[in-house]
């Protein structure tokens, strides 16, 4: 973080600005008085604002009364949710390669995350169920998955997401859907199409919670706006937990939260487009190195390349840093399946993007 001159690569985050009719929004909340508390549960208005949202991209009916729940945060909403639902002792099945906040969290919660590595069949990730029911126990509680992906990009398919909840059901399991990155998605008939969430297939009495930020698709990270969605009584009691935690999220950042929701489609896809293009940049660009292996990502703005005979990928981002001055994530940190391969964010400037995959060229032709 103390170098000068390096090109990153390794933050989860767009580098582009909080667009401007958010901050303008953010502003007229202010000058309204938009500076008190507001509900646990957070602004009604906002929260009739997200359920009309999953009304309009999902065709899901929420009622933002007893199923949504405002937080400071993607990551708070992952952490009341997971909180809510694990007790000391009781464990959780994780699919990997993952943020790794997801398993901190239930280890914070002084409970046991089992990490099932999602494998890599031909071109594309997808998830090993056999795994998964070798891994249930008699503690198990809970089932944590993110689609899109950080790290792979990989999204869940509309199979997939069924057996996934097929799985939590049979074993009585709650289902958590990390669902964060769900508008930046490129495989849809459309840019700008979500991809589909867990909810179309849920009931609302499903043991099922979705966990969402305003962080990415808005690029609003430092905003520090998220919510959940799930069954009335984990959102009741994700309720409570907040008023323990943060109160609530901060109001006129709320109201901002509010304004991007009902008016941002425009500035998000032009962000897509950008994403897609820079995607497909270094897609090229990394199929040209040698002992390099990258799925093409359907989601997020994440790729996840392996690397012929790579066995310390923190050692190998730690040089690539020192001597040519690329920050890039090792695959290691993102837990099991991860070793191997390295994260590349590519959310930048083809400013940035263009050097740093000349850079990471010129490296592993001098590693050999």
Same mark, same amino acid.
């Given at each position: 973080?103390?170098?000068?001159?390096?090109?990153? &690569?390794?933050?989860?985050?767009?580098?582009?600005?909080? @667009?401007?009719?958010?901050?303008?929004?953010?502003?007229?909340?202010?000058?309204?008085?938009?500076?008190?508390?507001?509900?646990?549960?957070?602004?009604?208005?906002?929260?009739?604002?997200?359920?009309?949202?999953?009304?309009?991209?999902?065709?899901?009916?929420?009622?933002?009364?007893?199923?949504?729940?405002?937080?400071?945060?993607?990551?708070?909403? &992952?952490?009341?949710?997971?909180?809510?639902?694990?007790? @000391?002792?009781?464990?959780?099945?994780?699919?990997?390669?993952?943020? $790794?906040?997801?398993? #901190?969290?239930?280890?914070?919660?002084?409970?046991? $995350? !089992?990490?099932?590595?999602?494998?890599?069949?031909?071109? !594309?990730?997808?998830?090993?169920?056999? #795994?998964? +029911?070798?891994?249930?126990?008699?503690?198990? !509680?809970?089932?944590?998955?993110?689609?899109?992906?950080?790290?792979?990009?990989?999204? #869940?398919?509309a199979a997939e997401q069924r057996q996934l909840l097929d799985f939590s059901r049979r074993h009585g399991l709650w289902l958590i859907a990390d669902e964060v990155y769900d508008r930046l998605y490129y495989a849809g008939?459309?840019?700008?199409?979500?991809? $589909?969430?867990?909810?179309?297939?849920?009931?609302?009495?499903?043991?099922?919670?979705?966990?969402?930020?305003?962080?990415?698709?808005?690029?609003?990270?430092?905003?520090?706006?998220?919510?959940?969605?799930?069954?009335?009584?984990?959102?009741?009691? #994700?309720?409570?937990?907040? +008023?323990?935690?943060?109160?609530?999220? $901060?109001?006129?950042a709320q109201k901002a939260a509010e304004t991007a929701l009902e008016e941002g489609e425009a500035e998000l896809e032009r962000l897509l487009r950008q994403l897609k293009r820079n995607r497909d940049y270094c897609l090229?660009?990394?199929?040209?190195?040698?002992?390099?292996?990258?799925?093409?990502?359907?989601?997020?703005?994440?790729?996840? @390349?392996?690397?012929?005979?790579?066995?310390?990928?923190?050692?190998?981002?730690?040089?690539?840093?020192?001597?040519?001055?690329?920050?890039?994530?090792?695959?290691?940190?993102?837990?099991?399946?991860?070793?191997?391969?390295?994260?590349?964010?590519?959310?930048?400037?083809?400013?940035?993007? +263009? @050097?740093?995959?000349?850079?990471?060229?010129?490296?592993?032709?001098?590693?050999?």
């Open positions: 973080m103390a170098m000068d001159g390096v090109l990153k &690569l390794y933050f989860g985050e767009s580098n582009q600005p909080t @667009p401007e009719y958010i901050k303008r929004a953010a502003i007229q909340a202010l000058a309204d008085g938009y500076t008190f508390y507001t509900e646990n549960a957070g602004l009604p208005s906002l929260r009739r604002a997200i359920a009309r949202h999953y009304c309009t991209a999902q065709g899901v009916e929420i009622d933002p009364k007893t199923g949504i729940v405002v937080t400071a945060s993607g990551v708070q909403a &992952l952490n009341v949710a997971i909180r809510c639902v694990l007790d @000391p002792g009781d464990e959780a099945l994780v699919l990997t390669p993952a943020w $790794p906040n997801g398993s #901190a969290i239930i280890a914070m919660a002084n409970a046991m $995350p !089992r990490q099932v590595a999602h494998p890599l069949c031909g071109d !594309r990730y997808t998830i090993d169920f056999d #795994a998964l +029911e070798r891994s249930v126990g008699a503690r198990t !509680r809970l089932l944590l998955y993110t689609s899109p992906s950080n790290p792979l990009g990989w999204v #869940a398919t008939e459309r840019l700008g199409e979500p991809v $589909p969430s867990i909810l179309r297939l849920a009931s609302r009495d499903d043991a099922v919670c979705v966990v969402h930020s305003m962080s990415k698709s808005y690029c609003m990270t430092g905003w520090r706006v998220g919510w959940l969605v799930a069954r009335r009584d984990l959102a009741l009691k #994700a309720t409570q937990l907040n +008023e323990f935690i943060i109160s609530h999220a $901060p109001s006129f090229a660009a990394l199929a040209s190195m040698p002992g390099v292996t990258v799925p093409k990502p359907d989601g997020a703005f994440y790729l996840f @390349p392996r690397i012929e005979g790579l066995g310390d990928s923190f050692d190998f981002c730690r040089r690539l840093l020192e001597t040519h001055k690329v920050g890039i994530a090792p695959g290691v940190a993102f837990g099991a399946g991860g070793e191997g391969s390295v994260r590349i964010c590519y959310a930048a400037d083809r400013s940035v993007l +263009e @050097p740093a995959m000349e850079r990471l060229a010129s490296f592993l032709g001098d590693r050999g």
